[in-house]
């Protein structure tokens, strides 16, 4: 089973199922030696190309992007703000490619380091999954890995073909966006096991949305059962 998502007006998340798996043997790994199939991968690649097009005409930009990862804007606040500053600096109808930044989730800072949860972050404790306002320490940049695992923001109508990282066929080439205007938010396990607490770097960035992210977490929790409606 494979899925994608996309954002409706009223602000919830469609999940469009691929059961591909019913009619082909799917790879169950990115290389074949992992999962030999049918199909690489569950149908990774045929599945962004489907979104590509089928949103091609009804959306101006598409974003590829995993769900555990977030490409979050550093000048302004939204996609919305970004958007026209990358036309500008970069021009229009082009392919926008952003830096991957991990996030261990099983990254536990020392005490001097560690920051308490407000109450309302604390309700979601019980809830499966990360809560990514609660991982805000990052590994430093490897420099061999910096352009490696990027994901991309594209006017679909500029682009014949995409793959999982970068496209393949299109008008123009992508081009980098500085990480000072925006970059990738990956929470994930940690990559270098090697690394050292000190070495870890902190940034608070997603705490400027929590204002926001908060109360509308606790809303969508609320009102799928997950959460008390007293919120205790």
């Known amino acids: 089973?494979?899925?994608?998502?996309?954002?409706?007006?009223?602000?919830?998340?469609?999940?469009?199922?691929?059961?591909?798996?019913?009619?082909l043997r799917v790879s169950r790994g990115w290389l074949p030696k992992h999962g030999p199939g049918q199909l690489h991968y569950f149908g990774q690649i045929p599945a962004l190309n489907d979104c590509l097009y089928?949103?091609?005409?009804?959306?101006?930009?598409?974003?590829?992007?995993?769900?555990?990862?977030?490409?979050?804007?550093?000048?302004?606040n939204s996609w919305l703000e970004l958007m026209p500053r990358l036309e500008?600096?970069?021009?229009p109808d082009s392919c926008y490619k952003f830096e991957n930044n991990v996030f261990p989730v099983n990254f536990v800072p020392p005490p001097h380091k560690a920051r308490t949860l407000p109450q309302p972050q604390r309700l979601w404790e019980k809830v499966s999954g990360p809560n990514i306002l609660a991982h805000l320490y990052q590994e430093p940049i490897d420099p061999?890995?910096?352009?490696?695992?990027?994901?991309?923001?594209v006017n679909p109508r500029s682009v014949f073909s995409t793959s999982v990282h970068g496209v393949l066929k299109s008008k123009k080439d992508c081009t980098w966006v500085y990480r000072r205007m925006?970059?990738?938010?990956?929470?994930?396990?940690?990559?270098?096991?090697?690394?050292?607490?000190?070495?870890?770097?902190?940034?608070?960035?997603?705490?400027?949305?929590?204002?926001?992210?908060?109360?509308?977490?606790?809303?969508?929790?609320?009102?799928?059962g997950l959460l008390p409606e007293d919120g205790k």
């Open 182 to 224: 925006a970059r990738i938010y990956h929470t994930r396990l940690q990559r270098n096991a090697q690394l050292t607490p000190d070495q870890m770097i902190y940034d608070g960035r997603l705490l400027n949305y929590s204002d926001r992210l908060i109360p509308a977490v606790n809303t969508v929790l609320r009102e799928s």
């Open 54 to 76: 089928r949103y091609m005409y009804r959306s101006r930009y598409v974003a590829f992007h995993d769900i555990d990862e977030l490409i979050l804007p550093q000048a302004v």
């Open 88 to 91: 500008r600096k970069f021009g």
């Open 1 to 23: 089973m494979f899925a994608m998502i996309r954002k409706k007006k009223l602000g919830l998340v469609e999940v469009i199922p691929w059961s591909l798996s019913d009619y």
């Open 144 to 153: 061999y890995e910096r352009y490696k695992n990027y994901k991309i923001i």
